[in-house]
C-alpha cells in the first residue's frame, strides 16, 4: 500500500524479521579443565562463567524514529571505504554545500533535539530492572568506559592490531592512546532501595565545561546527515522560528540484559534496508575531529583551516547510477592530501575510538559506524567501518571479542557486588567510583567516594575555573572541604587460557579454546588526600600540570 507512510512500512517489516525479547545463543565458554596450575595464585577466588547470557530486548513502539542517511550517503554503506566530500558532490543538488559547511552552535537551537536521559532518570529502564529484577542500569555511554578498563586487565594490557597500515605507522606508538587509558569516573546511584537497584552515570566532572563543541558539532552533524537540507534548517536553525511541523523525534533504544544482573540501553543513530535480503540493520553515526583540534580543544579555533584533501585513489561515485568507479581501496595506501593522510585519521581512530565503538555496537546489535571527519567548520569525507573490521582490529577475531564482552561485564559485576558488600555497613545514597588499570602493577585500582545525600545527574553542582581555582587540588582547599569518606580498593585479576596464566600479549583466542578466570578484591583502606586529588587530575585531564605520573595512563608496556 503506497499511501501509507514508509516508517509504517519499515515497522512491519522489522516485526517479521525480528521478535520482542530473544536469548541469545548461550555462550560456550569451556572452563579450564587442567589438573595443575603450577602459578595458582594464592587467596584468589574463581569468578563463575557457567551462566554468562545475553538477552537482547527490541522496543518496537519507537523504531519507526530511527531515520536514514539522506542525501545519497547510503551509497557508502554498500561499498564501505573512504570517500572525500568532494567524491559525494555529484550525488548533492547543491553541489555539496550543505553537507560540507557545518552550522556553528551558537546557529543551533539545541533545545529542539532530544535531551540526553542519564540511566537513573530513565523510567522505561528502570521498569525493565524491575520487571526482570535486575540489579544495575547503564547505558552504553556509561559502561564503555569501564568495560574498557576492565578490558586491559583482562587482555594483559594487549593492544590494538595495525597490521596492513603504512611501513611510515610502525615506528608509531602501537598501543591505545593515554585519553582512552587514563582513569574514569562514574557515579553509582541508588535509585530503588526497595529493590536493590543501582544506575551508573557519567561523572559530568568538578568544573563547568569550557569547550564542548564537540559534542555539540556531534549532535548538528547527526542530524546533517539524516535530515533534508530545508527540514535541517527549519528545525534547528535559530534563524527560524520554532515550528511544531517540524519536529525532531529520532530517539530510540534497544535494552539488553546482560549475565542476570546488568539491564543496558543503547540509542541507535541510523538504519538501513540490504537490498540482498531486504531486511533492515542499524548502525552508529560517529564524528571524529581531525587530530590537532582532539589535542588542543581550548584553542580548537586556531585549526579550522586545517584540512584533509584527497585528490587520488578515494572512492569516487557517478552522479547518474551513483555506482563506484574505482573499486580499489586498500589499508596500505598513501593517499596524496596538502596536509595529513586518511591514513593517519584511521591510525588514530584504531587508538582513541575503536574500543569504545566496539562495546556500543555489540551492545546495540549494529551493523558498523559511520564516520564523518570534519575540523568544527566543514566536513571533509565519510567512512563506514563494519563491525568485523573493528572487532579485528582490537581483538583479533570474532570469537575472542564475544568473549571479551561476556567476561569483562561478568568481571564489572563482581567488582560492583564486592564493593557494595564491602560497604554494606557504610551510610551512603551515591558513589563516585573511579578505576584505573595499571600496567606496570598488572592490577586495577579503584576508590570510592561516598555520598550521603544522592542528587541526580542534573543538579551536580559545577563551578566556573577562575584565576584562584583551576583543577580539583584549588577545588577541594580552597572552594569545598573534601568531607566525603574515600575509600581505596585493589583488584587482580588472573585469566588463564588453555591452563596457562596470561601475562603476555601476543596470544590469539580461537574458538574451542578453555578460558578461567580468578580474582583477588582487598579494601586498602581510606584514601590519602593528596594520593585521591592525583588520580582525580588524571581523570578529568585538568590543563595544569601534576608532578605524580601514578595514574597518568603513560604505560610501559
Given at each position: 500500500d503506497k499511501t501509507k507512510p514508509r516508517d509504517d512500512v519499515h515497522a512491519r517489516r522489522f516485526l517479521e524479521t525480528q521478535i520482542n525479547e530473544s536469548e541469545e545463543k548461550p555462550f560456550d565458554i569451556k572452563t579450564s579443565t587442567y589438573k595443575f596450575h603450577f602459578n595458582y595464585p594464592l587467596n584468589s577466588l574463581p569468578i563463575d562463567l557457567d551462566d554468562v547470557n545475553i538477552i537482547n530486548i527490541e522496543?518496537?513502539?519507537?523504531?519507526?524514529?530511527?531515520?536514514?542517511?539522506?542525501?545519497?550517503?547510503?551509497?557508502?554503506?554498500?561499498?564501505?571505504?573512504?570517500?572525500?566530500?568532494?567524491?559525494?558532490?555529484?550525488?548533492?543538488?547543491?553541489?555539496?554545500?550543505?553537507?560540507?559547511?557545518?552550522?556553528?552552535?551558537?546557529?543551533?537551537?539545541?533545545?529542539?533535539?532530544?535531551?540526553?536521559?542519564?540511566?537513573?532518570?530513565?523510567?522505561?529502564?528502570?521498569?525493565?530492572?524491575?520487571?526482570?529484577?535486575i540489579k544495575y542500569v547503564m547505558s552504553t555511554s556509561t559502561i564503555s568506559n569501564v568495560l574498557s578498563q576492565i578490558y586491559y586487565l583482562f587482555s594483559a594490557f594487549k593492544g590494538p592490531n595495525f597490521s596492513n597500515l603504512s611501513e611510515g605507522y610502525k615506528f608509531e606508538p602501537l598501543k591505545y592512546m593515554i585519553s582512552q587509558r587514563k582513569p574514569t569516573t562514574n557515579f553509582l546511584r541508588k535509585?530503588?532501595?526497595?529493590?536493590?537497584?543501582?544506575?551508573?552515570?557519567?561523572?559530568?566532572g568538578l568544573f563547568y565545561a569550557e569547550h564542548n563543541v564537540l559534542m555539540e558539532i556531534g549532535k548538528v552533524v547527526e542530524r546533517s546527515l539524516t535530515l533534508p537540507a530545508d527540514f535541517f534548517n527549519a528545525a534547528l536553525l535559530k534563524s527560524n522560528p520554532h515550528n511544531p511541523e517540524f519536529l525532531i523525534q529520532d530517539d530510540h533504544h534497544r535494552f539488553m540484559k546482560l549475565n542476570n544482573k546488568i539491564c543496558l540501553r543503547s540509542q541507535i543513530d541510523c538504519y538501513s534496508i540490504d537490498p540482498e535480503t531486504g531486511k533492515p540493520f542499524v548502525f552508529e553515526i560517529k564524528t571524529r575531529s581531525v587530530s590537532p583540534i582532539r589535542y588542543d580543544l581550548p584553542n580548537y579555533q586556531d585549526y579550522l583551516d586545517y584540512r584533509v584533501n584527497a585528490y587520488e585513489d578515494c572512492?569516487?561515485?557517478?552522479?547518474?547510477?551513483?555506482?563506484?568507479?574505482?573499486?580499489?581501496?586498500?589499508?596500505?595506501?598513501?593517499?596524496?592530501?596538502?596536509?595529513?593522510?586518511?591514513?593517519?585519521?584511521y591510525y588514530d581512530l584504531i587508538r582513541g575510538a575503536f574500543l569504545k565503538y566496539a562495546f556500543q555496537i555489540r551492545i546495540g546489535r549494529m551493523d558498523g559506524a559511520f564516520v564523518a571527519y570534519h575540523n568544527t567548520k566543514e566536513i571533509f569525507g565519510f567512512e563506514y567501518v563494519k563491525?568485523?573490521?573493528?572487532?579485528?582490529?582490537?581483538?583479533?577475531?570474532?570469537?575472542?571479542?564475544?568473549?571479551?564482552?561476556?567476561?569483562?561485564?561478568?568481571?564489572?559485576?563482581?567488582i560492583l557486588d564486592g564493593l557494595l558488600d564491602s560497604l554494606k555497613d557504610e551510610k551512603f545514597e551515591m558513589i563516585k567510583l573511579g578505576m584505573y588499570s595499571r600496567a606496570e602493577l598488572n592490577k586495577m585500582t579503584l576508590f570510592a567516594e561516598l555520598y550521603e545525600n544522592s542528587s541526580s545527574w542534573r543538579d551536580h553542582k559545577l563551578v566556573q575555573k577562575s584565576e584562584e581555582i583551576q583543577d580539583e587540588f584549588d577545588y577541594f582547599s580552597k572552594y569545598v572541604k573534601l568531607t566525603n569518606k574515600v575509600i581505596k580498593y585493589d583488584f587482580t585479576l588472573f585469566v588463564y587460557i588453555n591452563g596457562v596464566l596470561q601475562i603476555n600479549t601476543d596470544f590469539i583466542f580461537n574458538e574451542g579454546d578453555q578460558i578461567e578466570i580468578r580474582y583477588k578484591f582487598e579494601k586498602v583502606g581510606p584514601a590519602d588526600f593528596i594520593d585521591y586529588m592525583n588520580f582525580l587530575h588524571d581523570a578529568y585531564k585538568f590543563d595544569t600540570i601534576g608532578i605524580d605520573s601514578t595514574y597518568s595512563g603513560a604505560w610501559v608496556r
Open positions: 522496543n518496537e513502539e519507537t523504531f519507526h524514529r530511527i531515520p536514514k542517511l539522506e542525501h545519497n550517503l547510503e551509497v557508502i554503506l554498500r561499498k564501505p571505504g573512504i570517500y572525500s566530500i568532494d567524491a559525494m558532490a555529484p550525488l548533492q543538488k547543491d553541489g555539496g554545500k550543505f553537507l560540507r559547511n557545518i552550522p556553528q552552535p551558537d546557529e543551533i537551537d539545541f533545545s529542539r533535539i532530544p535531551d540526553y536521559v542519564p540511566p537513573s532518570s530513565d523510567a522505561l529502564l528502570l521498569k525493565f530492572a524491575k520487571e526482570s529484577k535509585i530503588d532501595i526497595e529493590n536493590g537497584i543501582y544506575a551508573l552515570d557519567n561523572d559530568p572512492i569516487q561515485v557517478s552522479k547518474e547510477n551513483t555506482t563506484i568507479l574505482s573499486e580499489e581501496h586498500s589499508l596500505n595506501m598513501l593517499f596524496k592530501l596538502e596536509l595529513v593522510e586518511w591514513m593517519e585519521l563491525t568485523t573490521e573493528i572487532e579485528n582490529r582490537i581483538f583479533g577475531n570474532n570469537v575472542y571479542a564475544e568473549i571479551a564482552f561476556v567476561c569483562c561485564s561478568k568481571i564489572l559485576i563482581q
